[in-house]
Nanobody, 123 residues
């Protein structure tokens, strides 16, 4: 059974930092694109950042310069370093992976999902 397990969410003050991690099991994601998405209440899931199997990175405009995605293929893991957090970043964050190696912005392109982790930024 393929699983993605996120960790690292929580409550942080505006301007602070958090690091999310996601570890996969059940298959290797070495040649898979992986990504982070977030969902606001009543809204569709949206891209935060994605990384291809060759480590080409894709970011939402709203997080460029503040968030950094990285991966450790040996650990089957992907990370999201979030800095200068704002109240508008408050959401549920999901890790995702796809069988293909190209990173896409659309959630529909991803085959596997984590359970989500809450990030709350207080102002």
């Amino acid at each position: 059974q393929v699983q993605l397990v996120e960790a690292g969410g929580g409550l942080v003050q505006a301007g602070g930092s958090l690091r999310l991690s996601c570890v996969g099991s059940g298959r290797a994601f070495t040649t898979s694109a992986m990504g982070w998405f977030r969902q606001f209440p009543g809204k569709e899931r949206e891209l935060v950042a994605a990384i291809s199997w060759t480590s080409w990175m894709l970011y939402a405009d709203s997080v460029k310069g503040r968030f950094t995605i990285s991966r450790d293929s040996a650990k089957n893991a992907v990370y999201l370093q979030m800095s200068d957090l704002k109240s508008v970043d408050t959401a549920v964050y999901y890790c995702a992976a796809r069988t293909g190696g190209t990173a896409y912005s659309s959630p529909s392109q991803y085959d596997y999902w984590g359970q989500g982790t809450h990030v709350t930024v207080s102002s």
